[in-house]
């Protein structure tokens, strides 16, 4: 059994892990801490092509990432595979879960509102209707001591 949480740079993250390590540890499964990089369209905007430094951005988000998330998977009683990918967020979450059969995904909702996410996208309501597996979305306004 595998659970999958898709984790990105937000202070929400370490709420989200915290969700999906109780639920690996309820299932008793394997628990893959997914970030799927995505250059931010802003930089597009802004730039009209990827800055030079693209590798330079892509690297610290994912410093901040495992910065926040770390000391809470480290509570997992089992190793937790941390993985990395680069693309289209929600097509990332979903391509993994599938590969590695996830039984369910963890996945955080910042709720932006409908403005904000019809604009940016909203990736766990791409993620739950994509999905072929159970998806647990963990609500903005849950909290947990996480420290």
């Known amino acids: 059994m595998t659970v999958v949480v898709a984790l990105d740079d937000s202070e929400f993250a370490p709420v989200v892990a915290d969700h999906a390590v109780r639920e690996a540890e309820r299932r008793g499964a394997e628990l893959h801490a997914l970030h799927v990089f995505q250059l931010p369209w802003s930089l597009y905007v802004s730039y009209g092509a ?8 892509r690297r610290y988000q994912l410093d901040r990432v495992w910065g926040m998330v770390d000391p809470v998977i480290s509570k997992y009683s089992q190793t937790v595979r941390k993985v990395e990918l680069e693309g289209y967020p929600p097509d990332g979450v979903l391509a993994y879960a599938a590969d590695v059969d996830a039984e369910v995904i963890v996945v ?14 909203s990736t766990s309501h791409k993620i739950i209707q994509g999905a072929v597996c159970d998806v647990l979305v963990v609500a903005p306004h849950a909290t947990r001591d996480v420290a």
């Open 50 to 57: 990827p800055p030079i430094d693209a590798e330079k951005i």
């Open 108 to 121: 955080g909702s910042r709720g932006l509102g409908d403005f904000r996410s019809m604009m940016l996208g």
